[in-house]
C-alpha cells in the first residue's frame, strides 16, 4: 500500500519565477493538505483541498495556490518567487469521512524548495 | 487555536522512559491534543491524540491533567529510533474530516545510548 508520494524531490528556482509541486494522497484517502517547513521551524498549514474546492487555507498570500485532481493528488503553485518560499514542502493526506475527532494525517517526505 | 509550551529539547537514556512535557494553560473545552513527531528528513508522523481521558496506544500514553491544562506524552521504553522533534498541537474538531495544524518548534528528543 503506496503511502503519500511527492515529486519532485528537489527543486531549485530563482526569483520571480513559479513552481509546481504533486502528492498523490495515500490510497483510500481523499483530502489532500499542504504544509510549509522553514529550516528549524514546525511546518505551517498552507490550505486544504477536498472534493477538489479548496476548503481550509491557512495564513498564506494568494501567490500560493492549489489544485486538486477527481482522483485526490494535488498541486501546489507558487507564484511571483521570493527568497523566503525557500523551504520544505510537505503534503499530508486523510479521510474526509475520518471520525468526528480523529486528525490523522498522513505525511509525504517533502518537497526541497531552494529559490536563489 | 490555544497556544502550547514545550521544552526545546530534552535528552533520555535509551530503555527508559521518555516524558515529554506540553503546557496548554488556554485550551478550550473542545479543544483536542494531538502529538506528532518528525523524524530526520522525513515528514511528521501521528502519534495519538486526546481530549480529556488518558489515552494509550502502541506508540505511546498521553497524560492529561484534570484541569487540561497541561500533558505529557510518555514513550515507555525509548530506543535511538525514537530521537525526533515532538509536537504538541491544540485544536478543535471542525467536523468532516483531519483540519489543517499548525506545529510550533516542538521538543528535540535526543535518546542517549
Known amino acids: 500500500d503506496a503511502g503519500v508520494t511527492q515529486s519532485p524531490t528537489h527543486l531549485i528556482k530563482t526569483r520571480g519565477q513559479q513552481v509546481t509541486l504533486r502528492c498523490s494522497p495515500k490510497s483510500g484517502h481523499d483530502t489532500v493538505s499542504w504544509y510549509q517547513q522553514a529550516l528549524g521551524q514546525g511546518p505551517q498549514f498552507i490550505f486544504q483541498y477536498y472534493e477538489e474546492e479548496e476548503r481550509q487555507r491557512g495564513n498564506f498570500p494568494d501567490r500560493f495556490s492549489g489544485h486538486q485532481f477527481p482522483n485526490y493528488s494535488s498541486e501546489l503553485n507558487v507564484n511571483a518567487l521570493l527568497l523566503g518560499d525557500s523551504a520544505l514542502y510537505l503534503c499530508a493526506s486523510s479521510s474526509g469521512l475520518a471520525d468526528f475527532s480523529y486528525n490523522e494525517q498522513f505525511f509525504g517526505p517533502g518537497t526541497r524548495l531552494t529559490v536563489l | 487555536d490555544a497556544k502550547t509550551t514545550q521544552p526545546p529539547s530534552m535528552d533520555c537514556a535509551e530503555g527508559r522512559a521518555a516524558n515529554l512535557p506540553c503546557n496548554h494553560s488556554t485550551i478550550s473545552g473542545n479543544e483536542y491534543v494531538y502529538w506528532y513527531r518528525q523524524i530526520h528528513s522525513q515528514g511528521p508522523q501521528y502519534i495519538i491524540h486526546?481530549?480529556?481521558n488518558n489515552e494509550t496506544n502502541e506508540m505511546a500514553s498521553l497524560i492529561i491533567t484534570e484541569d487540561r491544562k497541561s500533558s505529557t506524552l510518555i514513550l515507555p521504553h525509548a530506543t535511538l529510533r525514537d530521537t525526533a522533534v515532538y509536537y504538541c498541537?491544540?485544536?478543535?474538531?471542525?467536523?468532516?474530516?483531519?483540519?489543517?495544524?499548525?506545529f510550533g518548534k516542538g521538543t528535540h528528543l535526543i535518546i542517549q545510548p
Open positions: 486526546g481530549l480529556k
Open positions: 498541537i491544540v485544536r478543535p474538531y471542525s467536523g468532516g474530516g483531519a483540519d489543517g495544524l499548525t
